[in-house]
């Protein structure tokens, strides 16, 4: 049974940071390439980085500078550091894994960025 549970989102002040966690099971996890989406409400969800299985990063440019994905594959989990953070990255977070046409989600952490 394959698993991605991602842990970490919360309530932060603007200019704060959040590490994202996602722990992966089930898939042969360094095989795959791991991406974070995010969805605010009334908007459609969105690519905010990517990390293949050789480690080459993607952003967002809305994130760029900001964000930084990593992956430890001893540990099946992927990350995912934001710091900087404002009212615009208020959305719920999800874990992906993509392998050719495989395809897992995560069930989503909310992030909330507010004073």
């Known amino acids: 049974q394959v698993q991605l549970v991602e842990s970490g989102g919360g309530l932060v002040q603007p200019g704060g940071s959040l590490r994202l966690s996602c722990a992966a099971s089930?898939?042969?996890?360094?095989?795959?390439?791991m991406r974070w989406y995010r969805q605010a409400p009334g908007k459609e969800r969105e690519l905010v980085a990517q990390i293949t299985s050789g480690g080459s990063t993607n952003y967002a440019d809305s994130v760029k500078d900001r964000f930084t994905i990593s992956r430890d594959n001893a540990r099946n989990t992927v990350f995912l550091q934001m710091s900087s953070l404002n009212a615009g990255d208020t959305a719920v977070y999800y874990c992906?894994?993509?392998?050719?046409?495989?395809?897992?989600w995560g069930q989503g952490t909310q992030v909330t960025v507010s004073s």
């Open positions: 992906n894994a993509i392998l050719f046409q495989v395809n897992y």
């Open positions: 089930g898939i042969y996890f360094s095989r795959y390439v």
